[in-house]
């Protein structure tokens, strides 16, 4: 599969990915990774790793319209599955519907707790015990979509918001591949809310 990768940022769900390809671990190829930010560590790191990179900047413009060349570019590319990846910015329902199912988010709480931006400190200001992160279908709703797959971790008493935020992306860089990998593999589908094994016909 061609993976298109979305990313604002720091891209370490990206590198995590690219690793896993390179280990042999997920069968699939990274074709474009779009940033909507110049300055996007992410970038210079699909750069550095010879991936095809493009800056397709979004500030100032209409969300339709920087959409519509961001799925110009993935048709370009030949992109199948489309991967938010730190991806800081609502999509289109045009871009939503230009994919249907071929959308994957990550998201660092166990949703549907806590969508929306901060999620770790949502998490310890609300007093949970456990929290995690959620790869998920993306459709028209904010962190939403159809869940693929969560893994948990605990809250310790002596936690902030830095060190939730690490154990909690330890367990993304490993959620993310295997999430994507379970979508490619064909052999679950959506059953309501429900993302789950296909039975034998
Ligand atoms: C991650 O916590 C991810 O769950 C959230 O944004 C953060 C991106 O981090 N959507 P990175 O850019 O992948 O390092």
Do not use: W
Not at 99 to 106: K, Q, S, V
């Amino acid at each position: 599969a061609r993976l298109g990768i979305l990313l604002s940022g720091r891209g370490s769900n990206f590198l995590a990915i690219a690793d896993s390809i390179a280990a042999g671990r997920l069968d699939a190829e990274i074709a474009a990774v779009i940033s909507n930010k110049a300055d996007a560590p992410g970038v210079a790191a699909a750069q550095e790793r010879g991936l095809a990179a493009f800056v397709i900047e979004a500030k100032g413009r209409k969300r339709a319209e920087h959409d519509a060349e961001m799925i110009a570019k993935l048709r370009e590319q030949g992109v199948d599955l489309v991967c938010l990846a730190g991806y800081m910015r609502l999509l289109s329902p045009e871009f939503v519907q230009a994919f249907p199912e071929r959308i994957l988010n990550i998201h660092p709480s166990l949703l549907p707790a806590f969508p929306g931006l901060d999620a770790q400190r949502q998490a310890l200001d609300y007093g949970v015990q456990f929290a995690g992160c959620t790869v998920h279908f993306v459709d028209e709703q904010l962190d939403h979509g159809v869940i693929v797959l969560q893994k948990p971790v605990p809250v310790f008493e002596e936690d902030d918001e830095h060190a939730l935020s690490l154990r909690i992306l330890a367990q993304e860089h490993l959620a993310y591949t295997e999430g994507i990998a379970r979508v490619l593999s064909g052999e679950y589908h959506v059953a309501g809310r429900r993302y789950v094994k296909k039975r034998p016909a």
